[in-house]
Structures are given as structure tokens and as C-alpha cells.
């Protein structure tokens, strides 16, 4: 059974970095030929997918959001990380890490429960 943990801070203040760690645990991020993303939430939104990173370890980002986004990873503790720089309040959502097929789709086999985040002063 693949399980995926978001762990992070609820709340970051405008202009920081948004930082969010996913833990997985039933399979290894080296895997192929899975993609291991972020997707968000926004309130009252649709699904976003924010970006990517493969069991390659080459990463792959929005074009809305490249400017501000880093993913990167740690095969030594399964774990794979967000960075998104400048948040302002629209970057407020619930943040999803999850296994996916394809890069850019919505869909996965398994996704984390999801964390709150808020940015906000």
C-alpha cells in the first residue's frame, strides 16, 4: 500500500517561501515510471497541478508558476519538497502531493490527505 504524508506550515505570511515536504512511504521515488507532484486547491477552485518531479529526478513545473516554484527530493528519506516563493493570498489552498502516470494530469493512483495552507499576514 503507497501512502503519501504532506507535512509543512499552515501559515505563511506574504512575500515568504511556502515550504511543504511529502513523505512516502510503500514505494520508492526512484520508481519507474512514476511522477511525483503537487497539486492545489484553491477555495472554492478547481485542481491545479503545481509541478513535478520524475523517478528520474528531472523536474517539471506550470508555466504559471515556474517563476516561483522548486521541487526537489531526498531519496535517502523518501521524500520529495515544495518551494513556492513570494506567496501572495491566492497561493492559500490545500496542497496535495501525489503519485501520477503522466505529467501535468490531475489523476493519480494515490494522493496524501492534503494540507491547509493560508498566506497571511
Known amino acids: 500500500q503507497v501512502q503519501l504524508q504532506e507535512s509543512g506550515p499552515g501559515l505563511v505570511k506574504p512575500s515568504q517561501t511556502l515550504s511543504l515536504t511529502c513523505t512516502v512511504s510503500?514505494?520508492?521515488?526512484?520508481?519507474?515510471?512514476?511522477?511525483w507532484s503537487w497539486i492545489r486547491q484553491p477555495p472554492g477552485k478547481g485542481l491545479e497541478w503545481v509541478g513535478a518531479i520524475a523517478y528520474s529526478g528531472r523536474t517539471y513545473y506550470s508555466p504559471s508558476l515556474k517563476s516561483r516554484t522548486s521541487i526537489s527530493r531526498d531519496t535517502s528519506k523518501n521524500q520529495f519538497t515544495l518551494q513556492l516563493s513570494s506567496v501572495t493570498a491566492e497561493d492559500t489552498a490545500v496542497y496535495y502531493c501525489?503519485?501520477?502516470?503522466?505529467?501535468?494530469?490531475?489523476?493519480?493512483?494515490?494522493r496524501g490527505q492534503g494540507t491547509q495552507v493560508t498566506v497571511s499576514s
Open positions: 510503500g514505494d520508492s521515488i526512484t520508481t519507474n515510471y512514476y511522477y
Open positions: 501525489a503519485r501520477a502516470r503522466r505529467v501535468g494530469s490531475l489523476d493519480s493512483d494515490y
